[in-house]
């Protein structure tokens, strides 16, 4: 895929479509640019929307700021809005349903099967890949959204007792039936995605990326760029610690906060990783942006040093966020800020989650 960057006339590989001209004043719109997901995906904004926590796991939420984020979300150019059938157990796919409905024409709608979350322990959790599983899975997750249609369906997470030659094949049927557009694949890894690309195109992975996760550079990215697939970065701000919004989760955040129990934000390591900061910092004073605006930028310029498309979703449930997030497309790192930058993830203490089994990481 060959698309346009916003700095040269000279076509660059995974690099998002600029935004129209700015204004007689040299002032730039606030519209995003634009991005195909692969060779024969869907068109998207460069940046997309990671809606979890709009309601689950990162504490209360104020649905009337969340819904006017999606709403504002959109009117800045974000076109991919990101859900799970796991979040909340299906409620979050009912919080999206009436925005998703209303915008059904100028949205990107992807949500995921596979990983299920025990209410009474939510330290356990399951995961499934078959057949039977799967087609109950889309049809549930159809009635909660309200569509006829998924654009990406993703499997969410894993389950090796399963061939993933068997689950992608189960997953190609939902788009000869018409119910799913494009089949996208979360925390594999590069052989996965290579076997599972044979049995049907897969038109994006998702995992996390970001300054403080970068496991996923050695071998999963360059398989992605090598089939044309695409990549969708979750947590792109290290869960918001990239932010500086907190540093101490057990002290900071409420009891019903997830990130309570990762090891990166609890203990010494919270101590540790925000002293890794500081180049942030040092960079995002040079561009006059906050922190999380530099964090998201080196992520977004990984579209033109891996030379794939780079579609990363922060979440957030504020109005204000989401113009700071968007905002962030209109960055360009020096090599020099780069490098200032590229230390930070080879020091980060802890792993990103308590149980690392069910990641590609966990499995290459």
Known sequence: ?????????????????????????????SHIGTVALSAGGPEVGVQGLGCMGMSFAYGPTDTG????????????GVTFFDTADVYGAGENEQFLAPFFQAHRDEITI????????????PGVRTIRNDAPYIRESVDASLRRLGVEHIDVYYMHRRDTSVPIEETVGTMAELVSAGKVGHLGLS?????????????HPITVVQSEWSLFSRDVEASVVPAAAALGVGF???????????????????????DDDFRRSQPRFTGGNAAANAALLEPLRTVAAAHGASPAQIALAWVQQQAEVHRLPVVPIPG????????????????????AELALLEPIAGKVAGDRYADMSFTSAGRD
């Open 1 to 29: 895929m060959t698309q346009h960057s916003p700095d040269s006339s000279a076509p660059s590989a995974g690099v998002a479509s600029a935004p129209s001209a700015g204004a007689a004043d040299g002032t730039r719109p």
């Open 65 to 76: 700021a969340a819904r006017a984020t999606l709403s504002r979300a959109l009117d800045l």
């Open 110 to 121: 992807a949500t995921k099967f596979a990983l299920g979350i025990d209410p009474n322990q």
């Open 187 to 199: 925390e594999v890894t590069a052989a996965e995605l290579r076997a599972a690309h044979a049995v």
């Open 232 to 254: 969708v970065p979750y947590s792109p701000l290290g869960r918001g610690f990239l932010t500086g919004s907190f540093v101490q989760a057990e002290s900071e955040l409420t």
């Open 316 to 335: 957030t449930r504020k109005p204000a966020r989401v113009e700071e997030n968007t905002a962030a497309t209109r960055i360009h790192l020096t090599e």
